[in-house]
């Protein structure tokens, strides 16, 4: 299994941008699908989750100015940033938990995370 994540970049202040992540491989069902996002220097924190049943929440310093969605036939994760802040730089990387087995084991993954950078 692989996540794939595209969409990152460099904008100003107050723009939007929007990443993808796309699961591939031996999956039988996703579970909740999330975004994280490390800054230089700092842990990685949450972004924003989604549940297999579309269910969102997102940290406070988010709520607003970014909506998670997914498509769950293209099991892929969305991440539309609005309203973006220089505070917002970070790298994302997307994360999922997949049902690998007919068995319903699950397992967390990963993607490579794609770098965004908003500019003041």
């Known amino acids: 299994v692989q996540l794939v994540e595209s969409g990152g970049g460099l904008v100003q202040a107050g723009g939007s941008l929007r990443v993808s992540c796309a699961a591939s491989g031996s999956i039988f069902g996703i579970n909740a699908m999330g975004w994280y996002r490390q800054a230089p220097g700092k842990q990685r924190e949450l972004v924003c989750t989604?549940?297999?049943?579309?269910?969102?929440d997102c940290a406070d310093s988010v709520k607003g100015r970014f909506t998670i969605s997914r498509d769950n036939a293209k099991n892929t994760v969305y991440l539309q940033m609005n309203s973006l802040k220089p505070e917002d730089t970070a790298v994302y990387f997307c994360n999922a938990v997949i049902r690998v087995s007919p068995d319903f084991r699950l397992e967390v993954y990963w993607g490579q995370g794609t770098q965004v950078t908003v500019s003041s």
């Open positions: 989604i549940a297999s049943g579309g269910t969102t």
